[in-house]
């Protein structure tokens, strides 16, 4: 059977070319998650090797389910933040094991299922107002465009929250050949990317991401880029002195513990990553769907139950492998804005998480410098959704802005869809609109929630 009658592309306008160059952007985009990750949960007491397998093993299961069950570009990983919360806030801050905290994750992934097989995260996908679907894409695309900022040290931390990188302090401090020269490479590989996109190069993205690795390469070579381990700079080449080897799962796999499954604060970290879990994959799915033109005339994302049910089973299947939170990752719209928009898309990525774990020195490689001008540009491709918002209607573009600019300045996909219903409930209530509006009950409910969520928090 051919990969057109598999994955319908003539239908969808696409072909296979397409799909696989936007499978490979997606997953240079989100490489970085394979060195991550277990850089994170190796912080809670996690045997680093065998993080990074079940890391890439979680990804392929989770996103070959996603080609499988949806027919859609939506890419999976263990998520951000959530792994995050699994080591700073539940190991290192509760005092769980990093086995009860995966117990944890594997609940929340089994009643995933069962919320995904009764409808529950599909009707909370389609009672949401259609330029609230907008405002979540130019929400997640100013908080992309800001993670790149972040990756790639042009924005860092100071007395006002966040400020430009200082060129002048790093040559005095003799920190250039380490973080000045990788800021002034991400740089111009924003301007390279931005060039390609405007020239309309076919995978300018993945182009500018491999344009950036090559010139630190360079620089490393020449002596202006010199590694320093200490201070997280590594070096550009990719290391094969250890030949070929994929590290062992042992360590995590099958290793959770359920001694306190029916205590107070399991119940506590297991919603936790529950709602942050639900919201997020919500989130992306509206933000990203919404970009790539997926959503019919209703504002519903066809094949969605698909989606959320790969979604959940990726979740539990990484638990038992050894990884906090599988979701769908945001940086799946760098695939959709080279013009993915089926399972081939997903299928690529899936297969090459799968490749890295023969070739995880490549990709372990590949810095996040250069991938940070990619998340700037998809952030920019996200913003222009902006234009699809009704800014006429006060009630309509108030609870949209509230939750564009919650998403970057919060740093959280869920917290600006929190204020945006919250504000979208109260405001065309109040002003007695809500009738007019049509709001769904479970929009009423929705908002009730997470009043008493920031009540109890």
């Not at 598999?6 to 970085?32: Q, S």
């Not at 090459?352 to 700037?376: D, K």
């Not at 007019?436 to 929705?446: A, D, P, T, V």
């Amino acid at each position: 059977m051919s990969l057109e009658k598999i994955f319908h592309l003539k239908e969808n306008h696409t072909d296979v070319k397409t799909e696989i160059l936007a499978g490979v952007t997606t997953f240079m985009t989100m490489a970085y998650i394979l060195a991550v990750n277990p850089n994170i949960l190796s912080e809670s007491g996690m045997d680093r090797g065998a993080v990074f397998t079940a890391t890439a093993l979680a990804s392929f299961i989770a996103t070959c389910l996603m080609a499988a069950l949806s027919n859609y570009p939506f890419v999976l990983a263990p998520g951000m933040g959530l792994n995050a919360y699994f080591t700073y806030t539940v190991v290192m801050g509760m005092g769980f094991s990093w086995q009860m905290a995966l117990s944890a994750v594997f609940v929340e992934g089994i009643i995933f299922i069962v919320l995904s097989l009764t409808n529950v995260r599909e009707a909370i996908f389609n009672a949401i107002p259609m330029n609230l679907k907008h405002a979540v894409s130019v929400g997640i695309g100013l908080f992309i465009a800001f993670i790149g900022l972040q990756n790639a040290k042009i924005v860092v931390d100071s007395s006002t929250l966040v400020t430009l990188f200082s060129f002048k302090s790093s040559i005095k401090n003799g920190t250039f050949q380490s973080e000045g020269i990788t800021v002034l490479l991400a740089l111009i590989g924003l301007l390279i990317t931005a060039i390609l996109l405007v020239k309309n190069i076919k995978g300018n993205i993945l182009w500018g991401i491999l344009s950036t690795w090559i010139l630190g390469i360079l620089c490393q070579f020449a002596g202006i880029y010199v590694p320093n381990p200490e201070a997280g700079f590594y070096s550009l080449l990719p290391d094969f002195s250890n030949g070929i080897s994929i590290p062992s799962i042992a360590p995590t796999f099958m290793h959770m513990d359920f001694s306190k499954v029916f205590t107070m604060d399991f119940v506590v970290i297991m919603f936790a990553f529950l709602f942050v879990d639900m919201f997020d994959t919500l989130g992306t799915l509206i933000g990203v769907a919404s970009k790539a033109d997926m959503l019919d005339e209703n504002g519903k994302l066809p094949k969605i139950k698909g989606a959320l049910m790969a979604d959940a089973v990726g979740t539990a299947a990484g638990a038992v492998l050894g990884t906090s939170t599988t979701t769908t990752f945001v940086e799946s719209a760098s695939g959709v804005a080279e013009g993915g928009r089926t399972g081939l898309t997903s299928l690529t990525a899936a297969l090459l998480f799968g490749l890295s774990l023969f070739l995880s020195p490549i990709f372990l490689a590949i810095p996040s410098f250069a991938t940070a001008p990619a998340l700037i540009i998809v952030g920019f491709l996200m913003l222009t959704s902006i234009t699809k918002i009704n800014f006429e209607d006060f009630t309509e573009a108030i609870p949209a802005f509230i939750c564009i600019i919650a998403m970057p300045f919060m740093y959280s996909i869920s917290e600006g869809i929190s204020f945006g219903v919250i504000s979208y409930v109260v405001i065309n209530l109040v002003s007695g609109k809500a009738k007019e509006k049509k709001i769904s009950l479970l929009m009423y409910i929705l908002a009730v929630l997470f009043i008493c969520k920031y009540i109890m928090i």
